[in-house]
C-alpha cells in the first residue's frame, strides 16, 4: 500500500477539506455510513485505515470498551492522538496489509475510505473474517468502481470548464490507477462491484447493506454537490460473519 499521506505537501492539502477540518459532520456520506453501525455499547471495535480517528471516537462515544485504530501514515497517527484521544483508543501505526488479525478478536470492523488503495482486497475480506467474532460486523466505504474507473479520475470539461460527463474505461480491468488527488500524484486500486460483493460472500460475509452514497440535502448548496448526483462516488457496505448453526 502506498503512503502518500506523509507527503508534507499532501498532508498540508488534506488537512484543509472540510472532513478534516470538521469531522464527521462535514463527510457527505456519514448520513447514510452511521445508520449502518450495530450497537456497540461493550463491543471492541477496529478501525482499518482511521486517518484523524474520527470513526474510534464515534464509536468510544457510542460505549465501546476499546477501539484500535490503525493507519499506516504516522502524520495522521499523530493527529489521531491530538484530535481524538481517548483512554479506550489505541492508535497504532500499520498498514492494513500488515496488521495481524488476531483470530476471534473484534466484534465490529470499520474502514473508511482506505480499501481502494488495496490491491489484494479479497484477500483483506478473508483476514477480516477471521478477527471478527461469530456474528461480528464488518462496515466499511470504498470509492465506488464506477468512480475507479474513472479516466482520470475527473470530468471531462467545456470550454467553460463545466462538468459535461463522467468518463469510464477499462471497467473489467482489475488494478493500478493513477490519479491527481490534492495535487499529488496517487495510485489507488480499482475493484468491480463483483469482487468486492461476491469477495465478501466467498469468505463467509453475509450482507447486511449495499448502499451508493449520496450527498444530503443541507449538503446542495455547497460548490460541485449537485454533480455528485450525475454519478457515484462511494459505496457503503455492512456485512456480517454468518452463525453457525
Request: aromatic residues 10%; negative net charge; hydrophobic residues 35%.
Amino acid at each position: 500500500m502506498n503512503n502518500e499521506y506523509d507527503n508534507d505537501n499532501f498532508f498540508k492539502e488534506y488537512a484543509k477539506m472540510p472532513r478534516s477540518k470538521e469531522g464527521l459532520a462535514a463527510a457527505g456520506e456519514w448520513h447514510q455510513l452511521q445508520t449502518l453501525f450495530p450497537d456497540l455499547e461493550g463491543r471492541s471495535v477496529l478501525d482499518l485505515g482511521c486517518g484523524y480517528g474520527w470513526h474510534c471516537r464515534f464509536s468510544a462515544e457510542k460505549g465501546a470498551k476499546e477501539v484500535l485504530g490503525v493507519d499506516i501514515s504516522r502524520k495522521m497517527i499523530e493527529e489521531a492522538r491530538r484530535r481524538n484521544g481517548e483512554s479506550r483508543i489505541e492508535y497504532r501505526v500499520c498498514g492494513i496489509e500488515e496488521y495481524d488479525y488476531p483470530e476471534n478478536r473484534w466484534d465490529c470492523v470499520i474502514s473508511n475510505l482506505a480499501l481502494h488503495y488495496i490491491e489484494n482486497i479479497e484477500q483483506i475480506f478473508r483476514k477480516v473474517h477471521r478477527t471478527l467474532k461469530q456474528g461480528g460486523v464488518f462496515i466499511f466505504n470504498i470509492e465506488h468502481p464506477v468512480f475507479t474507473a474513472g479516466v482520470g479520475q475527473d470530468w471531462i470539461y467545456d470550454n467553460d470548464g463545466k462538468p459535461l460527463y463522467w468518463p469510464i474505461d477499462n471497467y473489467f480491468m482489475p488494478g493500478e490507477r493513477k490519479t491527481r488527488f490534492l495535487g499529488c500524484d496517487v495510485i489507488k486500486q480499482h475493484h468491480t462491484l463483483t469482487q468486492i460483493l461476491t469477495g465478501l460472500i466467498n469468505n463467509g460475509f453475509e450482507l447486511q447493506a449495499v448502499e451508493e452514497a449520496r450527498p444530503p440535502k443541507e449538503m446542495m448548496q455547497l460548490s460541485g454537490m449537485e454533480d455528485e448526483l450525475r454519478r457515484p462516488m462511494m459505496l457503503l457496505v455492512k456485512a456480517e460473519v454468518k452463525k453457525h448453526d
